[in-house]
């Protein structure tokens, strides 16, 4: 359900009311008792719900759920010097984690209705008994710490805080007073004073979640300050390295896209404690925090796509799938993730504009009715105090959302994305800002490709293309859109949490927010690789090109046209004509210079997630993928490419756009420039990698250039993606009679014959835009 705004004087009467009901005094220093109480119940009413049936669907199956879980859990518990189950060692600190969350479920068992163990006094015993012995022998103040930190910092004292927050009465001050001093112990107010290292960004969101709740369950008000303050930094823009940029971008590890994952727990995070704070002595009031309820329609919805968010952006979760610490079996998907950030977004809205939670709500119902791979409101990741937030969006009186047209330049993450009617494509790409990709903690150690500009699409009808074992089963060396060696590589190449980055600048592109210019400048991963690679973004279509292909590695190169999933014995027909491709329910490829050159394979891959990722199932499936690419041979100098992708086009379509010579214009495909002309669109784009002149376009540095001509106005983009911030200039060679706009970074220096623009760029990859009168 919404989390209702609150007054501060709403607070107070709220807060004395709960001292009241403890048989507190009204004397100020109870009043304060009363308040750290009313934020106790309040996180309780955040993390356990309130106001659902409990004996109605999901709630029902999901409480028996708990219930049913909670009952193996107490009977498989056997306190030992080095664990507190079987197979769940301590070491390493994953264990302890794992065991405070299989406690936070006994305790959910406990104090949540329809679990079949309500109120149960043998159940309360038992989470006691493991309290107590975590305690004792490893989570206490004084005792070491040893192995990946996130368990000290993040993970445990999270769920120890949720614990203590639902027994709190039960505890009693002596078991109250040591959690309190093993979270004071683990994250020292230090770790929350300097904004470095591993506190910032969502870390820092997670951190201040287990503080400020340690406050309020010791009644300790300088934590919850503390707690509050240490916020602050997460929310202004940042121009490099971890947080949300004005663009969109969200990076966490100094150089990964991050918003699908560590944005999810940023953003739900900040809702939970933005949402606990409201309206009492420790609101968080700081006016950064519009920025973070600007990133909901500015860095997240642009990359969901029916529930699910875009791969590009979820780092090394894309190797989990099955955890084989996770008791309940979850499929860690897109889809996963998506919904993660759908339900952060239902708890923000609480705390935002009447008009912002209209459409936000518009766009959660929009995601829930159109996710039928996973549906929303009976996703198995959620408890019941998300699942009864999102029936109630569910049920708001607001029309859903469709999916939006348009697009998206995230140039700081070196992401983009084109949204149609009927479809959705993704860019992924690297630079000496963005890494190739993320391996860490033994996941992931072979993403080597995804960022060498891997093309992800979608269709309405397409929406587990990802989800369905995609990751385990996939030749990692033939990721849909990329240009790569087929040289070998080793396991966490490049090295891990980000390390391996390509020494290039050129990495970004122009767009005027419905079509784009995007380009790479591609270095291969442990290769000699070199490539440049362009997509142009229009109506119905991505046209792809690549130049300049170079390697002396002594192996084939390859462009990888497209890798589509299947399912576990897909029948799809697969047709082929003279300049075109077809893939029946998925959509085709146009190539100007005929089929030639293009290679197809249609095979079985099998596959585990433990394969992908230590943590995850051994279990083998198997997937059939048709594989479309082409082949540049061996040590290649100067090869090329260029075909046309066309989302959801049926067989017909495709056919008559192969048969449409005039479609299309390649006016360079080169190592210098690389363009286009779409004149049914009016369209005019380039990728310089260089100074130079291709068609009426002439500039003086290496820009992306987007023009696009609507009867006698010509709307004009430029940007500089290498960044170096100095001036240039650009001419487009046709009569122009006067200007119209432009932005402050253009100045025109001359109309008529010509135009001549100088763009005074900036460092941040951004477009500039310049309309004429022609």
Not at 192 to 218: E, F, K, P, W
Not at 469 to 480: I, K, Q
Request: aromatic share 8%.
């Amino acid at each position: 359900m919404p989390v209702p705004a609150w007054s501060r004087r709403t607070f107070l009467i709220t807060a004395s009311a709960a001292a009241a009901a403890l048989g507190l005094p009204p004397s100020p220093a109870h009043a304060a008792d009363g308040e750290f109480e009313a934020l106790r119940l309040r996180w309780l009413d955040l993390a356990l719900g309130s106001g659902f049936d409990a004996g109605a669907e999901p709630y029902a199956s999901k409480l028996a759920e708990t219930g049913t879980l909670a009952r193996a859990f107490r009977a498989s518990m056997a306190p030992a010097p080095v664990s507190l189950w079987p197979g769940v060692p301590f070491d390493p600190p994953a264990g302890i984690t794992q065991s405070y969350s299989r406690l936070w479920t006994m305790t959910q068992a406990y104090a949540q209705p329809g679990t079949g163990l309500t109120g149960d006094p043998a159940l309360l015993a038992d989470v006691l008994t493991g309290l107590d012995h975590l305690s004792a022998t490893v989570y206490r103040a004084g005792a070491p710490r040893y192995g990946n930190w996130w368990e000290w910092q993040i993970g445990s004292p999270r769920l120890l805080m949720d614990i203590v927050a639902a027994l709190h009465p039960h505890l009693g001050a002596e078991r109250i007073a040591a959690a309190c001093a093993a979270v004071d112990h683990f994250v020292p107010d230090a770790v929350l004073t300097d904004y470095s290292g591993t506190s910032t960004g969502a870390n820092r969101v997670d951190l201040c979640r287990s503080v400020a709740l340690r406050g309020v369950l010791g009644a300790n008000p300088a934590k919850i300050a503390l707690a509050r303050d240490a916020l602050s930094p997460v929310f202004p823009y940042v121009t490099k390295g971890d947080g949300l940029y004005a663009d969109g971008s969200f990076v966490q590890h100094t150089w990964v896209a991050y918003s699908g994952t560590y944005g999810q727990v940023m953003l739900d995070g900040l809702g939970r404690l933005f949402s606990l704070l409201a309206g009492s002595s420790w609101a968080v009031t700081d006016p950064n925090r519009r920025i973070v309820l600007d990133s909901v329609e500015k860095a997240y919805a642009p990359l969901i796509y029916d529930g699910l968010m875009m791969d590009s952006v979820n780092g090394r979760a894309i190797s989990r799938g099955y955890l084989k610490g996770d008791d309940r079996q979850i499929m860690r998907s897109d889809h996963f993730h998506g919904q993660g950030v759908i339900a952060a977004i239902a708890l923000l809205a609480g705390g935002a504009s009447a008009a912002e939670r209209d459409r936000w709500h518009a766009r959660v119902k929009g995601w829930i009715q159109r996710d039928t791979v996973s549906p929303i409101l009976a996703a198995r990741q959620f408890g019941v105090a998300d699942l009864a937030r999102l029936h109630a969006v569910a049920a708001a009186p607001v029309p859903a959302a469709p999916e939006p047209t348009g697009h998206r330049l995230f140039a700081a993450m070196d992401r983009a994305v084109h949204r149609r009617p009927g479809w959705a494509a993704n860019i992924a790409m690297a630079s000496d800002r963005i890494s190739f990709y993320e391996c860490g903690n033994g996941e992931n150690p072979r993403g080597w490709h995804t960022g060498a500009g891997m093309l992800s699409w979608w269709t309405p009808d397409l929406g587990d293309q990802y989800t369905d074992w995609f990751w385990p089963t996939v030749d990692p060396y033939r990721l849909p859109g990329t240009t790569v060696s087929t040289k070998r590589l080793a396991d966490r190449a490049g090295g891990e949490w980000g390390a391996p980055k390509p020494a290039v600048r050129w990495v970004g592109g122009a767009t005027d927010g419905e079509y784009a210019a995007v380009g790479q400048h591609v270095k291969g991963l442990g290769s000699t690789l070199e490539a440049r690679k362009s997509w142009f973004c229009a109506a119905d279509a991505v046209v792809c090109l690549g130049a300049g292909i170079t390697a002396t590695d002594g192996v084939p190169v390859e462009t990888v046209v497209d890798n589509r999933l299947l399912g576990e014995a897909g029948t799809r027909a697969f047709t082929t004509g003279d300049r075109w491709a077809h893939l029946e329910g998925h959509g085709g490829w146009v190539f100007p210079g005929g089929t030639g050159e293009l290679h197809t394979l249609l095979d079985d891959r099998t596959g585990a997630w433990s394969d992908i990722n230590t943590t995850s199932s051994t279990e083998r499936r198997s997937r059939r993928y048709r594989t479309l690419w082409l082949d540049h041979g061996t040590d290649p100098v100067a090869a090329s490419y260029a075909y046309v992708l066309m989302p959801g086009a049926s067989r017909g379509r495709i056919a008559a756009r192969a048969a449409d010579p005039d479609w299309l214009h390649v006016l360079d495909n080169s190592a210098e420039r690389q363009a286009v002309a779409v004149p049914s669109l009016g369209l005019t784009a380039a990728n310089f990698w260089q100074a130079g002149t291709v068609g009426p376009l002439t500039v003086t540095a290496p820009v992306s250039v987007l023009a696009r001509r609507r009867r006698s106005v010509l709307d004009l983009r430029v940007s500089e993606p290498p960044r170096t911030g100095q001036p240039l200039e650009l001419v487009w060679d046709r009569p122009v009679r006067r200007v119209l706009t432009h932005d402050p970074s253009v100045e025109v220096l001359g109309t008529g014959g010509s135009l001549r623009l100088r763009i005074t760029p900036g460092t941040a990859g951004a477009t500039h835009r310049c309309e004429v009168l022609l």
